[in-house]
């Protein structure tokens, strides 16, 4: 097992005050549940043991409290407990749309919408239901009904979210790649699915420049004969050129009829999307989720752990093909507004994310932890320039927070904002450790497991442990689970992906500790540690202390041991720009880890690189590169069309050439 943690609580940076407390929804949840259930919590620790020992109570309090329209019987919540194949709700119809529009608000708009090349728009919720409405109308004259797949190439615009809601109205299914994908990822993904409907834009703008999709969309027509109808959203270059489509319409053609709205209820359990795993080493995973799993967990997530109200604002930076999307519109079953940011955060300067928060008044933010990261490591003190006011609430994902970074927040951003680490995932799209709005917020830590998610960390007896680093083992089923992996007709690839580890029980595959207090630390992925001389680490606890150094912007530790080779592991760094890796610098990046990490896990070499690899979704590509500098071949084991930056492995080839001759 990794390195045993004694938990010695760390600073704590927030707590919630009297009047946040009191008009927290989770507190206005626990009030409900004691009054009309009996069931009387004193904090969250005990509600959450609560929620995991009594699921079938569980949810159907999470039905209840949010008044969850639907038919048939709700009896039973759990019908088969089995993992997997936990069967939700089996006795009830339902709807992931139609709890869209039951929870609007007149004040507010649905929707807001910034991109880089069209002016600001704020949609109101007659208007996006009408669209809606509009859109799923000319899907059925298509002949597209409950089943059948519709793809999206669309970047972060309404038009996306209108499409989708479209797709979940009619119960047709959704699948999204983001338009920075290429061609061979985007395939690798739809043709599992085979989509009858593409919804495509020609062009977009980020960071500034526009960028041409016209080619990359006749490829994809060319490899899926699936498609029967194509729908083109203009983009900047749409006026530059006449696109020849297979059946193709334009938008306002699809928008324009005057159609009523119309919800189709379903099974609970019918697919209302499917999401795909990163895809870097191998054919992505094709994960459906269901229209009720989806809609109970994301109220239960966005509004009791989360504490979004419908007043809110909500921001969640992510392209389409990232699931914080998915999240971002399910958030509107809150009946909170919803900021789409369609473009660079750093766009035209680094200051105009924070400029624009506040002019919109955002509420809640979410982002990866590495925009953060790297507005800390520019110098950036949004609270010099950008009051945020209304903002309440900074939700981090897809990487470990650093103490430093919450250390910035607190100090440069918002001294009296509530930071929230989380840490969930596309297989769920939701989160399995996260935040509470009654708890505080201790540096560097996630506050505390959801409601309902039976989450532990294991050590390698199957033994539940407090206090040390273990494997996150999910112990219940979990309504978000994924129904089943797409073309995975026997279950096989779902079960070796989760389950082969702990029969019965979900193995996430990330190394975690949970405090005796109830928060938790990620050590990064379970597959990539770091074992030396017997001692085990997770490469979460490397960065977190060599990225605090100002000098270091990014890093990236693999750990060479293998069949009998002599262990050899190599730290490769970014500095900032005109840095240089001098021996002064080596040297303090081995204290760095000497003295706050372990002294058994030193680096064998330091060595300076322009960028780091990392997949779409901004993960840094830990087993990739490792593979790669073992020998594999570059094009076994990443897509480049599945990573930010393809160009970064080239370094790593030839750094493996020297490894290897050695």
Request: hydrophobic share 40%; proline share 6%.
């Amino acid at each position: 097992m990794l390195n045993d943690q004694t938990s010695q609580a760390t600073e704590i940076l927030w707590t919630p005050g009297p009047e946040q407390l009191q008009s927290s929804r989770l507190v206005q949840y626990q009030r409900w549940l004691a009054q009309e259930n009996g069931i009387v919590t004193h904090d969250y620790a005990e509600l959450w043991r609560w929620s995991v020992e009594n699921l079938d109570d569980f949810w159907q309090s999470i039905w209840s409290f949010f008044d969850i329209q639907a038919d048939g019987e709700r009896e039973p919540a759990l019908g088969r407990r089995t993992m997997p194949g936990a069967e939700w709700f089996p006795n009830t119809r339902i709807n992931f749309a139609e709890h869209i529009f039951r929870n609007r608000t007149a004040g507010q708009p649905a929707v807001i919408a910034r991109s880089e090349d069209v002016p600001l728009q704020h949609i109101s919720w007659a208007e996006l239901e009408r669209a809606t409405a509009a859109v799923a109308a000319t899907l059925r004259s298509w002949g597209v009904g409950p089943g059948d797949r519709v793809a999206s190439y669309m970047p972060n615009r309404p038009e996306t979210v209108i499409a989708f809601l479209a797709c979940a109205s009619i119960g047709a299914i959704w699948s999204s790649c983001a338009p920075d994908m290429g061609a061979s990822v985007v395939l690798d993904r739809l043709r599992q699915i085979e989509p009858k409907v593409l919804f495509a834009i020609d062009s977009y703008s980020y960071n500034g420049k526009q960028h041409d999709r016209f080619k990359v969309v006749d490829q994809l027509l060319a490899e899926l004969p699936s498609v029967e109808h194509v729908v083109q959203v203009a983009g900047p270059l749409a006026s530059q050129r006449a696109v020849d489509w297979r059946d193709h319409s334009h938008w306002q053609s699809v928008v324009s009829n005057g159609a009523a709205p119309r919800y189709e209820r379903l099974p609970f359990s019918h697919p209302l999307w499917i999401l795909y795993s990163s895809g870097t080493t191998g054919l992505p995973k094709a994960m459906a989720h269901g229209h009720g799993g989806i809609l109970l967990t994301h109220l239960k997530e966005m509004a009791l752990q989360n504490d979004l109200r419908p007043s809110d604002r909500l921001l969640f930076l992510g392209s389409t093909g990232w699931t914080v999307w998915n999240l971002l519109v399910g958030a509107l079953v809150t009946g909170a507004s919803i900021v789409l940011y369609d473009g660079h955060p750093s766009w035209p300067n680094g200051d105009e994310l924070w400029h624009f928060m506040d002019e919109q008044e955002v509420a809640v933010f979410g982002t990866g932890a590495a925009v953060l990261i790297a507005n800390k490591k520019d110098g950036l003190r949004p609270r010099d320039y950008a009051p945020l006011k209304k903002l309440r609430t900074i939700l981090s994902t897809g990487s470990p927070l650093p103490v430093d970074a919450f250390e910035w927040i607190y100090r440069d951003v918002k001294p009296d904002v509530w930071l929230a680490s989380v840490s969930g995932g596309t297989d769920i799209a939701s989160c399995f450790v996260a935040c509470a709005p009654t708890l505080p917020v201790h540096a560097g830590e996630i506050q505390c497991a959801e409601l309902g998610v039976a989450a532990y960390a294991f050590n390698e007896a199957g033994q539940a442990v407090t206090d040390e680093v273990g494997e996150l083992v999910i112990t219940q089923p979990m309504p978000s689970m994924p129904l089943y992996f797409w073309n995975d007709a026997d279950g096989r690839r779902y079960r070796e992906s989760y389950f082969e580890m702990y029969p019965g029980m979900w193995r996430q595959g990330d190394w975690i500790r949970f405090t005796s207090y109830g928060s938790s630390v990620i050590y990064g992925r379970s597959d990539s540690t770091i074992n030396r001389f017997g001692i085990r680490i997770g490469t979460a606890e490397i960065y977190r202390v060599v990225e605090e150094l100002p000098e270091v912007r990014d890093s990236l530790v693999i750990d060479l041991e293998y069949l009998g080779r002599p262990s050899f592991m190599p730290l490769f760094v970014v500095l900032q720009p005109g840095g240089e890796l001098d021996q002064a610098l080596v040297e303090r990046i081995q204290q760095q880890i000497r003295t706050k990490a372990s002294g058994r896990h030193m680096p064998d070499a330091v060595v300076q690189v322009s960028d780091i690899p990392r997949t779409l979704s901004g993960k840094k590509m830990e087993v990739p590169v490792r593979k790669l500098l073992l020998g594999a071949e570059a094009a076994k084991v990443a897509s480049p069309d599945a990573m930010q930056n393809p160009a970064s492995l080239d370094f790593f080839v030839e750094y493996a050439k020297t490894l290897l001759n050695k």
